[in-house]
């Protein structure tokens, strides 16, 4: 697997993996456990603990009006088995 990965446990409880590369620049992801959502460190862009979408985003500066969208990445999620109370990545799902 050439992933890297960020495995949390949510307010929930319930367990949660997703790439810990930000798809903007490379920066790494972390989970915020005050806010419990996923950060990235470098930008701050904000991305949802349930499905990974980007949920917010910081331009800095000033933008002329032009006429396009901005359309961030998602974080991949991935799928996971706890057997005998390990967890699993299934790289194939």
């Given at each position: 697997m050439k992933d890297e990965v960020i495995i949390f446990i949510d307010k929930n409880n319930e367990i949660r993996i997703f790439s810990s590369i930000c798809p903007h620049f490379g920066g790494e992801i972390y989970f915020d456990?005050?806010?419990d959502l996923l950060r990235c460190k470098w930008h701050d862009w904000?991305?949802?603990?349930?499905?990974?979408?980007?949920?917010?985003?910081?331009?800095?500066?000033?933008?002329?009006?032009y006429s396009f969208d901005v359309k961030p990445?998602?974080?991949k999620e991935f799928r996971f088995?706890?057997?005998?109370?390990?967890?699993?990545?299934?790289?194939?799902?």
């Open positions: 456990y005050k806010k904000k991305f949802s603990k349930v499905d990974g979408k980007c949920t917010s985003f910081n331009i800095k500066g000033q933008l002329k009006d990445n998602n974080l088995n706890i057997i005998d109370d390990k967890i699993y990545l299934d790289i194939n799902g």
